[in-house]
């Protein structure tokens, strides 16, 4: 059955994006801490010359990622930088205007899940495709649609029974937000988003409350 198209956005400038997928068959994206680490580095290395991260959640079959498409003059300092040959001929293409925004994040995204899975692979003996294909990205629209996403996806591990207080979730971007630690995600914004760190913490503690008795798989 093909994937309705609202899942499958086109990436514009300045627009924001929840974007997540999972795995084939329900098997496991991290079977170690070295994973998850190894993941957000690859993420960044990948996909940081083209977004700015809000928040994200790591499960153990998926992820969550809320994202914003950098500025297309950004977009280009930021491959002009790079030594030409370290780009990739989809970036190449980028700055010769051969091909969109969108099919340059977008390609960028698969090169991040190739490069994940390459190394999973190889580090855990395994063959075949490790992600489901193709992720979905849902572009957000509304003000009410960010808080939700926001909150829906700090919230996730309590909807699929991972633990039942998220804010002690050790792979999400919860922390990091709440810190004074320096750190490449929108904190400032998500914070002013919701008025105040007050406001943002009781805002999720309510709505988490709804995924309490929820009987979600392991699965979104």
């Known amino acids: 059955m093909p994937i309705p198209g609202k899942y499958l956005a086109d990436f514009e400038e300045h627009g924001i994006y929840h974007v ?16 998850h680490y190894f993941f957000l580095r690859k993420y960044a290395e990948h996909l940081a010359s083209f977004l700015d991260t809000f928040c994200w959640c790591l499960l153990p079959n998926h992820f969550h990622l809320l994202v914003r498409i950098k ?30 925004t969108s099919e340059l994040v977008e390609q960028s995204f698969k090169r991040f899940f190739q490069s994940y899975a390459l190394s999973f692979n190889k ?57 004074e630690a320096p750190t490449q995600l929108l904190r400032n914004e998500i914070i002013e988003w919701f008025g105040s760190r007050t406001l943002f913490i009781s805002a999720h503690k309510e709505m988490a409350k709804d995924y309490e008795e929820s009987d979600s798989a392991i699965e979104d």
Request: hydrophobic share 30%.
């Open 20 to 35: 997540y997928n999972r795995t084939n068959n329900k098997e496991k994206l991290f079977l170690a801490d070295e994973n």
């Open 123 to 179: 580090m855990y003996k395994r063959k075949g495709n490790l992600f489901y294909k193709p992720f979905k990205r849902v572009e957000v629209k509304k003000d009410s649609h960010l808080t939700q996403a926001i909150i829906y996806i700090h919230a996730n591990p309590v909807k699929h029974k991972l633990i039942s207080d998220f804010t002690q979730y050790r792979w999400s971007s919860w922390k990091s937000i709440l810190s």
């Open 71 to 100: 500025p297309v003059n950004s977009i280009i300092s930021n491959l002009e930088r790079k030594d030409h040959k370290d780009l990739t001929l989809t970036e190449k293409k980028f700055l010769d205007k051969g091909v969109t």
